[in-house]
């Protein structure tokens, strides 16, 4: 699981057994947590939830920015 950007106390990650999924796409963890449902997050047409995995609807939030930030960087 290579992590392609840590921030704050999020781990964006991704899988290579998703290497076969036609949309571009990334999963995104809590930094500090062994035990967790990471959320997922479509790229691709545009940025949209798929998962939202174990994180709050502030945490999901505080992700998008983040992805929206860094979304050159992550694609």
Known sequence: MPK??????FVFIIFS????EKRVHI??????????????????PKIELAKKGDFTTTEINEVEKLILRFEKELK
């Not at 057994?17 to 076969?20: A, G, N, V």
């Open 27 to 44: 999963h995104v963890a809590k930094k500090s947590v062994r035990e967790f449902v990471p959320a997922k997050f479509w790229l691709e």
């Open 17 to 20: 057994i998703d290497k076969f």
């Open 4 to 9: 392609i950007l840590i921030f704050k106390n």
